[in-house]
């Protein structure tokens, strides 16, 4: 059973940068993405970045292009979060989370999820 444990979140003034991890203990790169999300108070759960595990692609969310930047290390099981330039709308408990099949960025394609980490921007 893959379990994923996200750290790396803490309090960041605007414009500055913090780097999420996850790492996965089991058979993390048979599953075929692995992708972040976040979660604002009050409003649903939504789409950041995505990779896929099998190859190289990535996808991101509009907001975060160009600022974000999604990697992987297999050697340590590892899956980063690479925020630059955050601003206080960025804001958010961030997740991570795993899909066995498909390349996808639709929350509710992805079955297997930490407990996520908190990410406050100040302006």
């Known amino acids: 059973q893959v379990q994923l444990v996200e750290s790396g979140g803490g309090l960041v003034q605007a414009g500055g940068s913090l780097r999420l991890s996850c790492a996965a203990s089991?058979?993390?790169?048979?599953?075929?993405?692995m992708g972040w999300f976040r979660q604002a108070p009050g409003k649903e759960r939504e789409f950041v970045a995505v990779?896929?595990?099998?190859?190289?692609?990535?996808a991101y969310a509009d907001s975060v292009k160009g600022r974000f930047t999604i990697s992987r290390d297999h050697a340590k099981n590892t899956v980063y979060l690479q925020m630059n330039s955050l601003r206080p709308e960025d804001t958010a408990v961030y997740f991570c989370?795993?899909?066995?099949?498909?390349?996808?960025?639709?929350?509710?394609?992805?079955?297997?999820w930490g407990q996520g980490t908190q990410v406050t921007v100040s302006s």
């Open positions: 089991g058979r993390t790169f048979s599953n075929a993405a």
């Open positions: 989370a795993a899909n066995r099949y498909v390349f996808t960025v639709v929350v509710d394609d992805y079955d297997l």
């Open positions: 990779i896929e595990m099998r190859g190289s692609s990535t």
